[in-house]
């Protein structure tokens, strides 16, 4: 194994700066974790030396900024236990006025009136299994509750003049979209009834709705929704892939939108004229529309495409195998872009940083599973160890972002195959559902056929392959140990699920019916037991990791406890890390580093 250079603290400590909003005085505002936690921080200028708004411990999950005065409102909770409460910030003064103070409750940001004077979101107070809509003065110390929504998850898309856009997700793929008046209550659908998946909500120029949406398509697209009649004509298609979201400035009708080109973001910029998308003219050629290749953002991942008030400028997140998570700000007339934070790599050579390349492999039913592929410098033949990430939802998708961990371990040796088995998203909606309910066993035998195409590969030792991943990965890694004992040198398990019956039962209430329609449901438990792994825990032979957080709304941390018991049992080594000031997300430094020091130092001994 060559000498680590960096320390596995070094990566961890490179900062990610995120989530940009623009104030009306048109300073940008984002999320930095270089305190060791997502802090609310802000910029003047690109490159100016940043300022520092809050330092709290605890993580901060969102900044919104007013509309109409220089102030923003964040959302924090306790020991990443999910549950937010709401802040407002002035930028002038400094002022942090507390929103909201129902600790045993979860509020989900929904977004400012268009005066900005109110304030909407989501919260299970009444009955922790259902979010209400609640809507609040921006001086006031109490919401008042404009509707009641039904068992399960309810959150708001945006607010406009016509009123506030609900989105009921029943699944990953199947959402219901309303129009609710918080001054009478009235509520009436928008979406037709038909199992679709509805984001990035927003109204445009004279009140219509535009959303990302799959209606009538595998893949997703930008739709306008009348309000009136609720037909839905799609004004961008996303083509063999999927529409990932967009900026849109109501008085303008500029926007900027992306499409997620097999895990890379391509990036587009234009105008609404008439309720179509007019692309950008080419600077270097005034009247030939620019395409996408024409706006100079480095390849990579774009996110969080956000208009400032004035619809002159354009932010967004982006990030790269060799570049942190950084905020860059677009020119919106002329498509232009500059990096507006640069987090650096702590000294780590960019050059060290490695990218992946993207491959096909053929699984069991012939289909070809996409995957990301990393070898180390200098693999040597037959010698180099690999370890199999898989990612978490499964409704998720690997992307090639900068991954701190993955660049740690490729510099300590290790090859990294990241695949986006069956149902994970980015890939269409027909593959989403793929490992639907009783199909779940088919996603496993996918991680199977990942390990046969490593066992041909020229540069991996096939006796040292490390199955590893997060939450709905943690499952697939104990599936794959369980059901493929003799693949695999060592296991690594973030807040995994062990068995679906007990997930089920003690997972968020207000959760349960939306994980149901990916996994099953309590009323079949003959399925839940073909699929969980802790009724097949005697065929594991390899030693296992496992990481969890005491606060996990999502995963209950019993789900750890249980699997380390049985494996334990059978004298098996087993390593257990349980933060009791974490939850689904280990979200503070202190706590990756000790975490991700002993899983290091954990593979340095089994493979
Ligand atoms: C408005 S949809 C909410 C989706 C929901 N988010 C939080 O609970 C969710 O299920 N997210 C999945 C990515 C998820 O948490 N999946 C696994 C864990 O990986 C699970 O708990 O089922």
């Known amino acids: 194994m060559s000498e680590p250079?960096?320390?596995?603290?070094r990566y961890l400590s490179i900062d990610?700066?995120?989530?940009?909003?623009?104030?009306?005085?048109?300073?940008?505002?984002?999320?930095?974790?270089?305190?060791?936690?997502?802090?609310?921080?802000?910029?003047?200028?690109?490159?100016?030396?940043?300022?520092?708004?809050?330092?709290y411990d605890e993580r901060i999950s969102f900044v919104s900024a007013s509309p109409t005065r220089p102030e923003v409102i964040f959302g924090m909770d306790e020991g990443s236990n999910e549950h937010d409460q709401l802040f407002r910030y002035d930028l002038?003064?400094?002022?942090?006025?507390?929103?909201?103070?129902?600790?045993?409750?979860?509020?989900?940001?929904?977004?400012?009136?268009?005066?900005?004077?109110?304030?909407?979101?989501?919260?299970?107070?009444?009955?922790?299994?259902?979010?209400?809509?609640?809507?609040?003065?921006?001086?006031?110390?109490?919401?008042?509750?404009?509707?009641?929504?039904?068992?399960?998850?309810l959150s708001i898309e945006t607010w406009g003049e016509p009123g506030i856009v609900l989105s009921k997700a029943h699944a990953s793929f199947d959402y219901d979209l309303f129009l609710l008046k918080p001054e009478t209550g009235e509520h009436r659908r928008l979406s037709d009834g038909t199992e679709t998946r509805y984001g990035n909500v927003r109204f445009g120029f004279d009140d219509r709705l535009y959303c990302v949406t799959n209606h009538d398509s595998d893949t997703a697209g930008i739709a306008r929704i009348d309000l009136e009649d609720g037909t839905h004509e799609?004004?961008?298609?996303?083509?063999?892939?999927?529409?990932?979201?967009?900026?849109?400035?109501?008085?303008?009708?500029?926007?900027?939108?992306?499409?997620?080109?097999?895990?890379?973001?391509?990036?587009?910029?234009?105008?609404?004229?008439?309720?179509?998308?007019?692309?950008?003219?080419?600077?270097?050629?005034p009247g030939d529309p620019s395409d996408s290749d024409n706006l100079d953002l480095p390849k990579g991942v774009a996110y969080d495409l956000t208009f400032g008030p004035d619809g002159q400028q354009c932010t967004l997140s982006l990030s790269r195998s060799d570049d942190p998570r950084s905020v860059f700000v677009l020119d919106a007339e002329t498509g232009e872009s500059e990096r507006w934070t640069n987090p650096g790599t702590l000294g780590v050579p960019k050059e060290s940083l490695l990218e992946p390349e993207t491959i096909r492999y053929e699984t069991f039913d012939r289909r070809e599973i996409p995957a990301y592929w990393t070898l180390p410098e200098n693999a040597s033949p037959g010698d180099t160890p690999v370890i199999v990430d898989i990612h978490g939802g499964p409704e998720h998708q690997r992307r090639p972002w900068f991954f701190p961990t993955k660049q740690y371990f490729l510099q300590q040796g290790y090859a990294i195959f990241e695949p986006n088995v069956r149902g994970s998203s980015g890939y269409g909606t027909e593959y989403t559902h793929l490992d639907d309910v009783?199909?779940?066993?088919?996603?496993?035998?996918?991680?199977?056929?990942?390990?046969?195409?490593?066992?041909?590969?020229?540069?991996?030792?096939?006796?040292?392959?490390v199955a590893y991943g997060r939450s709905y990965g943690g499952f697939m890694v104990l599936a794959a140990i369980t059901e493929?004992?003799?693949?695999?040198?060592?296991?690594?398990?973030?807040?995994?699920?062990a068995d679906f019956k007990t997930f089920l039962e003690n997972t968020g209430e207000w959760r349960r019916s939306h994980r149901a329609q990916e996994y099953g449901s309590l009323d079949d438990p003959e399925l839940l037991e073909r699929i969980s792994p802790i009724h097949k825990a005697d065929r594991i032979s390899c030693p296992l990791f496992i990481q969890h957080g005491a606060n996990d709304p999502r995963v209950p941390v019993g789900e750890a406890e249980q699997?380390?018991?049985?494996?334990?049992?059978?004298?098996?080594?087993?390593?257990?890390?349980?933060?009791?000031?974490?939850?689904?997300?280990?979200?503070?430094?202190?706590?990756?580093?000790?975490e991700f020091e002993r899983i290091g130092k954990f593979l340095e001994t089994h493979v």
């Open 563 to 594: 699997i380390a018991e049985k494996v334990r049992e059978r004298g098996v080594p087993v390593e257990i890390c349980i933060f009791d000031d974490e939850g689904h997300h280990t979200t503070s430094r202190e706590n990756l580093i000790e």
């Open 484 to 497: 493929y004992p003799d693949l695999w040198a060592a296991a690594v398990d973030f807040v995994g699920i």
């Open 92 to 153: 002038h003064d400094g002022a942090e006025i507390p929103l909201t103070d129902d600790l045993s409750s979860i509020h989900l940001w929904g977004g400012w009136s268009p005066d900005g004077d109110r304030f909407a979101f989501t919260a299970n107070r009444r009955q922790s299994d259902t979010f209400d809509v609640y809507v609040q003065g921006r001086n006031d110390a109490k919401a008042t509750l404009v509707h009641e929504g039904e068992s399960g998850f």
């Open 234 to 285: 799609t004004i961008q298609a996303g083509g063999d892939w999927n529409v990932e979201g967009f900026a849109l400035h109501g008085e303008t009708g500029r926007i900027v939108w992306s499409r997620n080109v097999d895990g890379y973001s391509e990036v587009h910029a234009g105008r609404l004229v008439d309720g179509e998308i007019e692309p950008l003219e080419d600077p270097a050629d």
């Open 16 to 55: 990610s700066t995120e989530s940009p909003t623009i104030s009306v005085d048109g300073d940008l505002v984002f999320l930095s974790d270089t305190t060791g936690t997502p802090q609310v921080w802000s910029l003047d200028a690109p490159g100016a030396y940043p300022s520092q708004l809050t330092a």
């Open 438 to 465: 009783e199909k779940r066993m088919d996603s496993v035998a996918d991680i199977e056929s990942a390990v046969e195409w490593l066992h041909d590969h020229e540069a991996v030792d096939s006796d040292r392959i």
């Open 5 to 9: 250079r960096y320390s596995v603290a």
